[in-house]
């Protein structure tokens, strides 16, 4: 029998319509596979799709297609690794909170979850606008009581 240093039962992959946060979904689906657990993938909403759904302004449609087609791509990599999966959806924002941002929602929500692993994505190295998650990733580094991998 291997002897592993962790063990862990849940690893959190929070996403956003970013490249890079499908890399973290691969990577936390493979770790859950490693340790026998369960993948939990939060969608992260940005703050431009929060600000319109606070002012009513929000094209339905639009929001829940992208969620399913994000969540299904999880789920695709998590059944790759024959992984259980479970998800949810939160706001990366609030405009009447200020302490609520993507990497403090990324936190609350491993709590909620009981993860004992996070995966998150981190800012691409190209540059270019990674979406929500990549300005989370040193936050999450830093606060987290759980192991992380940022990639």
Do not use: W
């Not at 002897?3 to 890079?20: G, N, T």
């Not at 690794?81 to 924002?93: D, I, L, M, Q």
């Amino acid at each position: 029998m291997t002897r592993r240093p962790l063990d862990i039962d849940v690893v959190l992959a929070p996403v956003d319509r970013s490249e890079e946060s499908t890399d973290a979904v691969a990577y936390a689906a493979a770790i859950a596979a490693e340790y026998g657990a369960t993948l939990h993938v939060v969608r992260v909403l940005d703050a431009e799709i929060v600000r319109a759904i606070d002012a009513g302004d929000v094209d339905n449609d639009r929001v829940a297609a992208d969620g399913e087609a994000i969540v299904e791509t999880a789920r695709e990599l998590a059944d790759d690794c024959g992984v259980p999966v479970s998800t949810s959806v939160a706001y990366g924002f609030s405009t009447s909170m200020k302490l609520r941002h993507p990497g403090s929602v990324v936190l609350d929500t491993a709590e909620e979850v009981a993860a004992d692993f996070l995966v998150v994505p981190r800012e691409s190295l190209a540059g270019t606008d990674s979406g929500v998650l990549a300005k989370a990733a040193e936050y999450v580094l830093l606060y987290a009581s759980q192991p992380v991998l940022s990639v």
